[in-house]
């Protein structure tokens, strides 16, 4: 298995708060890694580092798409990184909510499109059988998670759990070789977390991403990830497998003193 | 070194008058994050309605510096009573619509208020009833500094001296404090949001109908159209300090009017509007955050 | 709806209120200068009158406001289904869109010069507020200073025509690149602001322009302005004013359909998608893969280039300019044109631009409470119908097999 992500001692600071604090971790191809961790661990900001959104203080940050050469990211902008190949979703959920459901999905593949405004406004035939391509890419992703029939609706009008299977849509749209998930369970019933569940291992048997998941929900965890990264105050304090993490005493102090949640 | 002293001192009058105007959009956006674009007109209704009572009174053979505290009692209840009326009826609905919305209400409350003072008075510059006394003791630093400077530095300090004090130290000031950390939290605690958002609006108008009052009397005229730009610059005075903090408005205006003084002084006073706008777009793209400000991050 | 016993004693209230707050202003004139007083005690009674029936009319407004949340049909919602299936139903909008055309051909003849000429104005309105609706109907960023551009247009023109002795058409596409240039210039410092900041500093922009035009005498000739620019020609034929008139409403017909057609194919588009997610949220759409810079600067210089084009046309209809055509109020009617139309819909603000534009013109009573209106149009929209009078309209998009379908059968 060869490596596609590889995450160096990563530091982020805000003012006098370090919310992360020399964090490495790997994430290599067809695997699911789940970052688990309290509230406030800092697992949304190792996110937010790696996806470009912020500038991390300190640390490398290299990815290795499939047959190219490795390139360090820390310090791109969010659009590069998503061109690259890593897509995310959002804890709190960030849908284009006055746009339809397709146009969400349509949007994730702007960055494998070319339509330039001259182009848009000639609309010859590259641009047609881009259009066309979009389009069918769209529908066949809204189908993989089950939202074909609201594919005309705003994003906005979807019930919760069907806006975050949305967010899912709109992030494999780009074409990525990793997919970041954040808390893709928080909020949904038992029902659709299982639904969710089959999904997520479905992106990685058949399309064969790898991904990288931030999760509460410890049942589903436990079901889908190959590896476990537990941080604590911006600290990474365990990794291994889901055994091995579900006995180990430092992850379950852990846990024991934040009683709020998983 | 005398020009340099009268410069310094109409700089400074310039500038309190920038940092009465500017607490109002910095408080208000501290705590409801918008810029209250029809602030620059209740400082112009403070100032037309202290215009309309003194003017009523001096013709009706009231005369002295009576008068000029009636009327600025009056400005100031008027200037409160707008902007009460004003969040309630163009900014409340809104709580929670996209970012846009309010804003764009604001700039249409902003000319609403315009035009109807231009309709419901006049387009035509008034002339402002020369109010404030001209003081004798004064008379040696006459060529320095005027007694209506003077006055305006001693009201404007007294003000914000008084809103320091209100909001360290009052119940309602504690609220205020809370708002603008958490508006969420300080709900959950028992803070009445929405008062603290009225009460909040009502302070930020009596000072700047403070303002307008001493600005009338000042310059000696007025019409509809002087909230326009002042606004604008006491908005750039509250973006030079750090928006939403309140030493920032005052250190922001005064800057803003010293610097104003000394290029109208010494430079050309025709691009004398231009220049603060410069320091508006400067300071926006150099430094967002302000001189005191801190830069914060936006959370994902 | 009958107000209830409740409603009434608040509108009783708040007519009271508002008889004190309108009191100094509504009922004491004051003449400073001549020592005169006037009370009208009159307009008390009419502002009791008028802010209590409005008071009424607000309550029931609000209340349906927050009842359309329930899922019950209201008067807005039923405006909103018509204009979907207005727009998705070929066999109503393409006769609808015949007929006016039609109509917009046949002018000239059904209605004198002087109605022509006004037409002219409005049509002119309607293309800068499809250029404005660009930047902030669709991408999101408020531009109060959009006005800036279309006197660059203008200038351009004006200075090309009275120095060099550049002709019209030659120097129509050159107002749009100018226009647009100066939008990618102003645009690149304010990339990284915020929203409310963008405002504020295009609102500087625009008064910077006008004070700039004001006082460079070398160049622009100052408050004076600039006088005896060309009119627009064709093939050097002499044409009377009446025939220019026509020549000049015939071209902004024209550039009307242009600009709908350009914006709408756009708005269709991997770009006009794009604009739309930056609108909807900055950070989604940049780890969507989208470039900000670029997508901010494509709507704000395409915005801008409809400005200037329209500019030249301005200063050639008009002949003359000076810098008091380009003032605030002028990127404020603009932006009331694009919030009464509707944030990015096409059709919303082509009738917006008629209405303001015309209304005023023909209804003196309009005209002087214009800028009133256009202030109270900006915050009612705001509140009741923060999405115009015809909401933006997405494309129905099916998938590829059955478009296939649809083109066979
Ligand atoms: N933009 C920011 N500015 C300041 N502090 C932040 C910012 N983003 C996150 N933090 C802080 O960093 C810590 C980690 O937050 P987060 O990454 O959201 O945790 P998690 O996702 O594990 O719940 C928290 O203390 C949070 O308050
Ligand atoms: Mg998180």
């Known amino acids: ?262 | 070194m005398e020009y340099f002293l009268q410069l310094f001192s109409s700089g400074l009058t310039r500038g309190s008058i920038y940092a009465l105007i500017a607490l109002g959009y910095t408080m208000v956006y501290g705590i409801i994050q918008l810029i209250n674009f029809a602030h620059g007109e209740i400082y112009m209704i403070g100032a037309f309605v202290a215009l309309i009572v003194s003017g009523v009174l001096t013709i009706y053979g009231f005369s002295g510096a009576s008068i000029l505290v009636f009327a600025a009692v009056v400005a100031v209840i008027y200037a409160a009573a707008y902007g009460y009326t004003l969040e309630r009826i163009a900014y409340r609905p809104l709580r929670g619509a996209p970012r846009l919305s309010p804003l764009i209400s604001a700039i249409g409350m902003s000319i609403f208020l315009q035009n109807y003072v231009l309709l419901a008075q006049t387009p035509d510059f008034l002339p402002f009833p020369a109010l404030i006394p001209e003081f004798e003791f004064i008379e040696p630093l006459a060529h320095i500094i005027g007694s209506a400077e003077l006055v305006i530095l001693t009201v404007s300090t007294i003000s914000m001296i008084a809103l320091t004090a209100l909001i360290k130290y009052s119940r309602i000031g504690k609220a205020m404090r809370a708002t603008q950390q958490d508006m969420h939290m300080a709900r959950l605690v028992g803070i009445d949001v929405d008062r603290v958002i009225s009460v909040t609006f009502v302070i930020g108008s009596v000072l700047a109908a403070i303002g307008g009052v001493l600005v009338g009397s000042y310059i000696g005229q007025i019409n509809f159209y002087i909230g326009f730009m002042a606004g604008i610059k006491a908005f750039t005075a509250a973006v030079l300090g750090g928006i939403g903090n309140i030493p920032g408005a005052v250190l922001g205006g005064l800057v803003l009017g010293l610097s104003e003084a000394f290029a109208a002084g010494y430079i050309s006073s025709a691009y004398e509007d231009v220049f603060a706008f410069g320091v508006l777009v400067l300071i926006l793209i150099l430094r967002p955050a302000g001189l005191l400000g801190r830069a914060v991050k936006q959370k994902v | 709806m009958l107000p209830g016993h409740r409603s009434i004693k608040t509108a009783l209230r708040t007519a009271l209120w508002f008889m004190f707050l309108t009191l100094p202003f509504m009922v004491v004139r004051v003449n400073t200068l001549k020592g005169e007083v006037e009370w009208r005690w009159q307009n008390m009674l009419w502002v009791g009158l008028a802010v209590f029936l409005l008071a009424i009319v607000w309550d029931i407004a609000l209340s349906n406001r927050h009842k359309r949340s329930d899922r019950k049909p209201s008067a807005s919602q039923t405006l909103s289904r018509l204009s979907q299936r207005v727009f998705h139903d070929k066999t109503v909008y393409l006769p609808i869109i015949a007929g006016v055309f039609c109509l917009a051909l046949l002018f000239p003849w059904l209605f004198n010069t002087y109605q022509v000429n006004i037409m002219v104005l409005a049509l002119m309105f309607v293309v800068l507020g499809l250029g404005l609706n660009i930047t902030v109907g669709l991408a999101g960023l408020l531009d109060l200073g959009y006005i800036a551009f279309f006197a660059v247009g203008a200038y351009t023109y004006a200075l090309l025509n009275t120095k060099f002795g550049v002709g019209f058409w030659f120097s129509l596409p050159i107002g749009g690149i100018v226009g647009a240039t100066f939008g990618i210039l102003l645009g690149f410092p304010i990339l990284r602001l915020r929203g409310d900041y963008l405002a504020i500093v295009t609102l500087g922009f625009g008064s910077i322009a006008k004070i700039v035009f004001e006082n460079w005498e070398e160049v622009f000739n100052g408050a004076k302005g600039i006088a005896g620019i060309g009119r627009p020609g064709l093939f050097n034929i002499e044409m009377s004013l009446e025939a220019t008139t026509t020549y000049i409403y015939y071209l902004m017909v024209a550039l009307v359909m242009f600009a709908a057609f350009m914006t709408n194919r756009l708005k269709e588009s991997r770009i006009g998608r794009a604009w739309l997610a930056l609108r909807e949220d900055e950070i989604a759409c940049v780890t969507m893969g989208i470039d900000m810079a670029r997508t901010k600067l494509s709507a704000y210089a395409f915005g801008a280039f409809w400005a200037g084009l329209v500019g030249v046309i301005f200063a050639a209809r008009n002949t003359y300019i000076n810098p008091n055509s380009f003032t605030f109020m002028e990127s404020a009617l603009v932006l009331s044109v694009v919030v009464l139309g509707g944030m990015g819909s096409i059709v919303g603000v082509m009738i917006a631009a008629m209405v303001l534009i015309l209304l005023p013109e023909y209804l003196r009573a309009v005209a002087e409470y214009r800028m009133l209106v256009f202030g109270a149009v900006m915050v009612l929209m705001m509140i009741f119908r923060p999405q115009g009078l015809v909401s933006n309209v997405h494309r129905y998009y099916r998938k590829h097999s059955e478009t296939d379908a649809a083109q066979k059968g």
Not at chain 1, 216 to 232: A, C, G, P, T
């Open chain 1, 1 to 262: 298995m060869e490596t596609l992500l590889q995450v160096n001692d990563l530091t982020m600071n805000f003012g006098g708060l370090r919310a992360i604090d020399h964090v490495s971790l790997e994430v290599r191809s067809g695997e699911i890694v789940a970052l688990i961790g309290p509230n406030g661990a800092g697992k949304t900001t190792f996110f937010n580092c790696i996806t470009g959104l912020y500038r991390p203080s300190a640390g490398e940050i290299r990815v290795f798409p499939p047959g190219q050469k490795e390139i360090r990211i820390d310090g791109f902008k969010p659009n590069r990184v998503t061109a690259i190949g890593m897509a995310r979703t959002f804890q709190n959920i960030r849908l284009f909510s006055a746009m339809t459901v397709i146009e969400n999905v349509m949007i994730g593949r702007h960055c494998r499109t070319s339509t330039n405004i001259l182009g848009a406004i000639l609309r010859g035939p590259r641009t047609r059988r881009q259009e066309l391509e979009t389009i069918d890419k769209s529908y066949a992703l809204l189908e993989k998670v089950g939202l074909t029939r609201y594919a005309n609706e705003l994003a906005r009008n979807l019930p919760y759990g069907a806006q975050r299977r949305l967010e899912i849509a709109r992030a494999l749209a780009t074409d990525p070789f990793l997919l970041l998930l954040d808390e893709p369970a928080a909020g949904m019933n038992p029902r659709e977390t299982k639904e969710l569940d089959d999904l997520i291992v479905q992106i990685r048997d058949r399309d064969g991403l790898a991904i990288l998941l931030i999760e509460h929900d410890m049942k589903l965890v436990m079901n889908i990830s190959d590896r476990i990264v537990v941080m604590e105050y911006g600290k990474r304090i365990a990794e291994g497998t889901p055994d091995a993490i579900r006995n180990d005493p430092k992850v379950i102090e852990a846990y024991l003193g934040d009683e709020t949640d998983a």
